[in-house]
């Protein structure tokens, strides 16, 4: 195959086509495309950045590091409350409410410590297990924190990033988007004033889902033009 710049377009139509490897000897492998061939199980054969002779990178949250311990689950695990509208951070960056059920723990786990270390006051509405719980019930603390102006922005993310995303629009004031690239998470800013952000833990690598919230998060709204299409969007909650 011609070589050159292997990006996700290359290995989705590789997985679409039902090919278990590509491949990018002597290409450049972009990091969300090695990031998706992770996630799809496709051998990128030759990518020398692998480490592993070519074999996908195992998709997960990034290396350990300390972190204040979780307590364990209880048997019925509920979101976190969140009483009070929280104070504004020293450091001035927003407040970020964050949440996920279990098949979106481990990506949720990785951009709390990702927030942090950057600055940004997290609150965190669970879960904290692998065990299976309902994302409805944690999309909606998220959805309501943000309504409530206990958070800036939130973060929710499960298998897909669908469910979740449709629950939060059903609370007034929320905007979510469900962004899988860097492209439609500065969209869903700029263009639609989104305040939530849905990510699918079963569908993005971490790098990936990591550069989608820095995008989501450093990207403006634009107004302008795009104000009163935003301002209809909002309409629609008064409206019923």
Known sequence: MAKGLITERAVRRAAHEGKKSLDVAGAV???????????????????????????PARRGAPPKTESTPVPPPSSNPKPAPVNSPTPPAASGKPTIALGADHGGVAMKNAIAEHLRAAGFPVTDLGTNSSDAVDYPD????????VAAKQATFGIMVDGAGIGSCMVANKV?????????????????????????????????????????????????????????????????????
């Open 29 to 55: 492998v972009t990091p969300a495309a090695r990031d998706l061939a992770g996630t799809l199980g496709l051998t990128l054969a030759g990518d020398a950045r692998s480490g592993r002779g070519g074999k």
């Open 172 to 240: 007034p004031g929320v905007r979510a988007a469900m962004c899988y690239d860097v492209t439609t998470a500065g969209n869903a800013r700029e263009h639609n004033g989104a305040n939530v952000l849905t990510l699918g833990g079963g569908m993005l690598g971490t790098r990936l889902a990591l550069a989608i919230v820095d995008t989501f998060l450093s990207t403006p709204f634009a107004g302008g033009r795009h104000a009163k299409r935003v301002e209809k969007i909002d309409a629609l909650d008064r409206r019923g």
């Open 138 to 145: 944690f999309a909606v603390a998220v959805a309501r924190a």
